[in-house]
Nanobody, 124 residues
């Protein structure tokens, strides 16, 4: 089992920045690739960004390229999502997840463990 706890969400004006954190406990953190997903009201949970176990490779959705950056610190069992240039459409609950099914890394199917989510609200 892996337990994940997100933090760092909040209310921010359009164009602003936030940094989300997700701290893991339980099994060896570096064994998992990590992902951030988001879910807006009435919509599906969508992939945002991911990072492999050693942090050397990241992958992200087209909608956030150039604005969001994922990183991880395995010594702290923590994965981060730096969000810059926030837009109204970025408003959602953001979830971190730990995965092992590489072929499904852009889908919720690739991830076994999920945090409880943190709300990000972007205002005009």
């Amino acid at each position: 089992q892996v337990q994940l706890v997100e933090s760092g969400g909040g209310l921010v004006q359009a164009g602003g920045s936030l940094r989300l954190s997700c701290t893991a406990s339980g099994r060896t953190f570096s064994n998992y690739f990590m992902g951030w997903f988001r879910q807006a009201p009435g919509k599906e949970r969508d992939f945002v960004a991911g990072v492999i176990g050693n942090g050397a490779v990241t992958f992200d959705a087209d909608s956030v390229k150039g604005r969001f950056t994922i990183s991880r610190d395995n010594a702290k069992n923590t994965v981060y999502l730096q969000m810059n240039g926030l837009k109204l459409g970025d408003t959602a609950i953001y979830y971190c997840a730990a995965g092992q099914y590489w072929i499904w890394r852009f889908s919720t199917r690739g991830y076994d463990y999920w945090g409880q989510g943190t709300q990000v609200t972007v205002s005009s």
